[in-house]
């Protein structure tokens, strides 16, 4: 009587688990790399969904509404590198303050070392009524945490309108 025996010695298991091991260690610096330019660019894609949805609600409320960094999720801060700690999208009533008209918080985001605008008085966006923007005409650049390749870095451009875009993985400037 043959008895055919299917399957793997212990010998050929060991063999394939440490193949496996060194691939996954061959590959695993290039996941991060991804992992880091992917956090990067959803950071700015969130940031540019808000400032699309800031225009949107002051044109259906016909009142201004603006978006400011915030540290604490309530007040707007004045921080340059504030950005990464979030930031608010509420309705400018000028004597009630953002607590009363809040439409939108966005909380810290990880993986990210700054946030920063190119001009000093890059707290804030105002969208008027008509969809115009005060304060525009900036460029935020999205850095992420550790030393991480020059193309993780992202620009968001916003035109003298208002009007924002994402830019190229890389670029610094909005030219």
Not at 107 to 131: D, F, K
Not at 134 to 156: M, V, W, Y
Request: hydrophobic residues 45%.
């Amino acid at each position: 009587m043959n008895r055919r025996v299917i399957g793997l010695t212990l010998v050929e298991l060991m063999v394939v688990l440490a193949m496996m091991a060194v691939v996954t260690s061959l590959a695993a610096p290039s996941f991060r790399s991804l992992w880091v330019k992917r956090s990067v660019l959803l950071a700015a894609e969130a940031l540019l969904g808000d400032l699309r949805y800031a225009r949107s609600e002051a044109l259906k409320r016909g009142r201004p509404v603006l978006l400011c960094q915030s540290s604490n999720g309530t007040t707007c801060s004045q921080d340059r590198a504030g950005w990464a700690d979030g930031w608010l999208v509420f309705v400018d009533s000028n004597a009630a303050g953002p607590a009363k008209a809040l439409l939108r918080v966005q909380s810290t985001l990880p993986a990210l070392a700054t946030i920063v605008s190119n001009v000093s008085t890059g707290h804030g966006i105002t969208y008027q009524a008509t969809g115009s923007a005060k304060s525009a005409a900036q460029t935020i650049l999205f850095t992420p945490a550790g030393s991480e390749s020059p193309d993780s870095i992202r620009a968001l451009c916003i035109s003298l309108q208002g009007r924002a875009r994402v830019g190229s993985a890389g670029a610094t400037s909005c030219s």
